[in-house]
């Protein structure tokens, strides 16, 4: 009755379109990084240069994937730390 | 010189043959010369959209080959003539067998005689689609409000960025306004928020479209269809007119009606 009346005055119950839009934009996430290959990898290039201006990193072993959950795409970077530098300049 | 247009869309079953020939029939409408092209090889149907299908003697193919003249393959208009010609597809051959290099020195051919070329491009992004986009200048996307075809023709940007094609546009097809004022499609904003591409032109949902389609005269000639007035605006845009885009929504009291029903 209460919907009833909300839509009486232009309200009215949320739609599907909401969901539609939202697991589109994670899954472009997704096939916009994968169709552009060099995206992750010149990600990693810089990833390295910043992070060895702080540390000493095991750079074969650095991993950056995107994790996907169920409302959200993460960014996940696995980046072994060999040494950490005790001053920076 | 004219310009050459490639309509394509990833998805299937979207639209591109429809806006191809009414798109084609709209221009020439205007005074434009069009030549159509049906890229879409072992899957013809850009004739039949138009009516033309009985007048077929020669296909792309044998243009491509050399097998005829240029001018025999081109079926003219039943109503515009020599201003909307068709080159269709061939029906009967594998699709990988179009070379590109002859296909891009046939539209170069085309786009000295004519205004517009409009190349039809099959679904998907295989060799079809690739020989489709190779001679354009332009490329159109036709897209639904819907996850599938919009995630489609985000891939389609990214492709058609890769082979030097950078600033196409998308026609949203098939917009249904009841179900967007009840939240359940997306509308206009919605694409344009994700493609973040600029919308040329939207066609709504319409079933005049498939009574044009079964008797073979593009919607685009039928005065009382919202979905013919809808690709006249999109035709006069793409001759550089500004045209706001229809306002969809009912206003009447049987919407209302309708709206608080629902």
């Known amino acids: 009755m209460f919907e009833f009346i909300g839509k009486?005055?232009?309200?009215?119950?949320?739609?599907?379109?909401?969901?539609?839009?939202?697991r589109l934009r994670l899954v472009l996430v997704h096939d916009r990084a994968?169709?552009?290959?060099?995206?992750?990898?010149?990600?990693?290039?810089?990833?390295?240069?910043?992070?060895?201006?702080?540390?000493?990193?095991?750079?074969?072993?650095?991993?950056?994937?995107f994790d996907e959950s169920d409302d959200s795409v993460a960014l996940i970077a696995n980046i072994p730390v060999k040494t950490v530098k005790r001053n920076v300049n | 010189m004219g310009k050459v247009m490639v309509i394509t869309s990833g998805k299937g079953g979207v639209g591109?043959?429809?806006?191809?020939?009414?798109?084609?029939?709209?221009?020439?409408?205007?005074?434009?010369?069009?030549?159509?092209?049906?890229?879409?090889?072992?899957?013809?149907?850009?004739?039949?959209?138009?009516?033309?299908?009985?007048?077929?003697?020669?296909?792309?193919?044998?243009?491509?080959?050399?097998?005829?003249?240029?001018?025999?393959?081109?079926?003219?208009?039943?109503?515009?003539?020599?201003?909307?010609?068709?080159?269709?597809?061939?029906?009967?051959?594998?699709?990988?067998?179009?070379?590109?290099?002859?296909?891009?020195?046939?539209?170069?051919?085309?786009?000295?005689?004519?205004?517009?070329v409009i190349l039809d491009s099959p679904a998907g992004i295989e060799h079809g689609f690739k020989n489709a986009i190779s001679g354009a200048d332009m490329a159109i996307l036709i897209t639904t409000p819907e996850v599938s075809a919009v995630r489609d023709a985000d891939r389609v940007v990214g492709l058609l960025e890769s082979a030097g094609l950078h600033d196409p546009q998308v026609i949203i097809n098939r917009l249904r306004p009841d179900m967007v004022r009840k939240g359940d499609m997306m509308d206009i904003s919605d694409v344009d928020d994700i493609l973040r591409i600029p919308i040329l032109g939207v066609v709504p949902d319409d079933e005049h479209i498939i009574v044009s389609t079964n008797r073979g005269?593009?919607?685009?000639?039928?005065?009382?269809?919202?979905?013919?007035?809808?690709?006249?605006?999109?035709?006069?845009?793409?001759?550089?007119?500004?045209?706001?885009?229809?306002?969809?929504?009912?206003?009447?009291?049987?919407?209302?009606?309708?709206?608080?029903?629902?």
Do not use: H
């Not at chain 1, 009486?8 to 939202?22: C, D, N, R």
């Not at chain 2, 959209?49 to 025999?72: A, M, P, Q, S």
């Not at chain 2, 001759?239 to 029903?261: A, C, H, S, T, Y």
């Open chain 2, 16 to 116: 591109k043959t429809t806006t191809t020939a009414n798109l084609g029939t709209g221009l020439a409408a205007l005074g434009q010369k069009v030549c159509l092209v049906d890229t879409d090889i072992g899957l013809r149907n850009l004739d039949v959209v138009l009516g033309l299908e009985n007048r077929i003697v020669y296909d792309l193919l044998d243009v491509l080959e050399g097998r005829c003249e240029l001018r025999k393959a081109l079926i003219r208009d039943k109503q515009y003539g020599e201003r909307l010609v068709l080159i269709p597809a061939a029906q009967t051959r594998e699709k990988d067998e179009v070379d590109p290099d002859q296909m891009l020195e046939l539209v170069e051919q085309l786009k000295e005689e004519y205004d517009f």
């Open chain 1, 8 to 22: 009486l005055f232009g309200g009215g119950s949320e739609g599907s379109k909401k969901q539609a839009k939202e």
């Open chain 2, 217 to 262: 005269e593009p919607v685009v000639n039928d005065k009382k269809s919202k979905a013919g007035q809808a690709y006249r605006n999109i035709a006069r845009r793409l001759l550089g007119e500004e045209i706001p885009f229809m306002d969809l929504q009912e206003r009447n009291l049987m919407g209302w009606f309708r709206k608080v029903l629902s």
């Open chain 1, 34 to 65: 994968s169709l552009s290959p060099g995206l992750v990898e010149d990600l990693k290039e810089e990833l390295i240069q910043v992070i060895s201006k702080y540390m000493e990193i095991d750079e074969d072993g650095l991993e950056v994937n």
